[in-house]
């Protein structure tokens, strides 16, 4: 058997190109890594995205390779692309079973499987789900409602099968299948890079305890939060560094200062083992403290992002962040005098908006001693309890595509309030970036931060970011 697994194209169709990096897919290198430990089969990777393969070389691929399953990682804003990718492959050969994963097939398996090309929609966490329906069709069965966590068609009717459990013990979860990508390719977005060095992204946890209004993190993870061991986290950490000569880490847990005394572990096991790396993690301002952020500091880390989201506390309240404004102050304050960069996003447009509050966004990003700050533009993904709000006050614009949903976009803003048009929500974006880094003050920070070509060099990738985001 021979499985093929797609990261789809966008940028070059609706994104905004250079602007996030190219991360590695994880969640297609730990497929990979699952199914060829625990499945006989042949398999690759194209990830079109990195690559920025269209249609035309999609099909060349598959012509080639010839694969008997295509797995497909399926965000919302790719829906559209990955149904036009699932034609194609059913032109070519309908015998090939093409299966459509992650968010969007998670939040509306139906509309997947109404395509007319998609087989079979894996529903929430996808490892053991899609092995178990690769090992049905590798063995001839098609009793595919004994399968928790799929959607599919039988005698014209679409069929949901019962929810999966998720894999309680993710150490059980092989690394990432890193050999299968051509890792030079891929490198973190300006305001997430660094260093200079090989990067990748790395994970040491699955899920998020939080309530978010706007985050789809718990349509896959269900709010559970299962950690990897100290030890795994770390040994994957060195493989990283002496089979791939990797030394730059995007920790991409949704917080991973969650847990204080893990945090210290895995701190203290990389300085413990020597390992010279440089990396950059997602925080929660009301779970850090001093201890914790000079241990990180310690073993390597050089920047924490936090999602500071907004300026006005009665925003916050309505996002359900369960933090305060304050709260971003002080823990602002507490990463730069560990020695920390800190970057932090904000969200306007969000629900109860006004322009008084997106005001009060922006002069709170300006006050604080931030190293960067990226300023989105609201979007309710399907699955998040803000989509359901939007549709049902009324908020989402018309003639909507898959598309729009994208986090940076060239297409108009996608909730719009009656007190914000989307030209002033575009004109609200435009000058949140030019306030913020305009700025004399923080001019001078970032010319007083140059040390080598290495920082100059990010210093132009990061303003090639902001210049494209003025011709949006």
Same mark, same amino acid.
């Given at each position: 058997m021979k499985i093929l697994l797609i990261n789809p194209p966008y940028i070059q169709f609706s994104g905004i190109k250079n602007s996030g990096g190219h991360a590695i897919p994880l969640n297609l290198a730990y497929l990979a890594g699952y199914l060829r430990k625990y499945l006989d089969c042949g398999i690759k990777v194209m990830d079109a995205e990195t690559h920025e393969m269209d249609y035309s070389d999609i099909r060349r691929g598959i012509v080639d390779y010839q694969p008997d399953i295509v797995g497909i990682s399926t965000p919302t804003p790719v829906f559209n692309h990955v149904a036009a990718i699932a034609k194609i492959i059913k032109n070519i050969n309908p015998g090939i079973f093409v299966i459509a994963g992650g968010p969007h097939p998670s939040a509306f398996p139906e509309e997947a499987i109404n395509t007319g090309f998609i087989d079979f929609a894996v529903r929430g966490e996808g490892e053991l789900t899609f092995y178990e329906l690769a090992a049905m069709i590798a063995g001839g069965c098609d009793d595919y409602g004994r399968i928790k966590g799929i959607a599919y068609k039988k005698n014209d009717k679409v069929i949901l099968t019962g929810e999966r459990e998720l894999i309680e013990d993710i150490d059980s979860i092989p690394f990432p299948a890193r050999d299968l990508f051509n890792l030079d390719s891929y490198y973190q977005a300006p305001t997430k890079k660094v260093s200079n060095f090989k990067s990748t992204s790395i994970l040491t946890s699955r899920g998020c305890p939080y309530d978010c209004m706007h985050c789809i993190s718990k349509l896959i993870w269900r709010r559970r939060v299962r950690y990897r061991g100290v030890k795994t986290v770390v040994d994957e950490i060195e493989e990283c560094v002496k089979k791939y000569g990797i030394r730059e880490f995007n920790f991409y847990d949704d917080t991973f200062t969650l847990n204080k005394k893990r945090v210290i572990d895995i701190c203290r096991t990389i300085t413990e083992r020597k390992l010279d790396i440089a990396w950059i993690c997602f925080g929660r301002i009301n779970i850090i403290d001093k201890e914790m952020l000079e241990e990180m500091k310690k073993a390597g880390c050089r920047k924490i992002s936090f999602g500071l989201e907004s300026g006005s506390q009665k925003i916050l309240d309505i996002m359900r962040k369960n933090t305060t404004v304050d709260m971003g102050r002080k823990a602002v304050k507490a990463a730069s005098d560990a020695g920390l960069s800190v970057h932090a996003s904000f969200m306007l447009g969000n629900i109860g908006e006004t322009h008084e509050t997106i005001r009060q966004t922006i002069d709170y990003a300006k006050e604080l001693d931030l190293d960067n700050a990226t300023f989105f533009l609201t979007t309710p993904f399907p699955g998040t309890d803000l989509y359901t709000e939007a549709l049902k006050s009324g908020c989402l614009a018309g003639n909507l595509s &898959?598309? $729009? !949903?994208?986090?940076?976009? %060239?297409? @108009?803003?996608? =909730?719009?309030? @009656? @007190?914000?048009?989307? $030209?002033?929500?575009?004109? &609200?974006? %435009? *000058?949140? !970036? %030019?306030? !913020?880094?305009? *700025?004399?003050?923080?001019? =001078?920070? %970032?010319?007083?931060?140059?040390?080598?070509l290495d920082d100059i060099r990010m210093m132009i990738e990061g303003l090639g970011v902001f210049f494209r985001l003025q011709k949006k």
């Open positions: &898959w598309e $729009d !949903f994208a986090p940076l976009t %060239k297409s @108009n803003p996608i =909730l719009v309030q @009656n @007190n914000i048009t989307q $030209d002033e929500l575009i004109a &609200w974006q %435009k *000058r949140a !970036f %030019k306030e !913020f880094y305009l *700025r004399p003050k923080y001019l =001078l920070r %970032k010319l007083r931060s140059i040390h080598s």
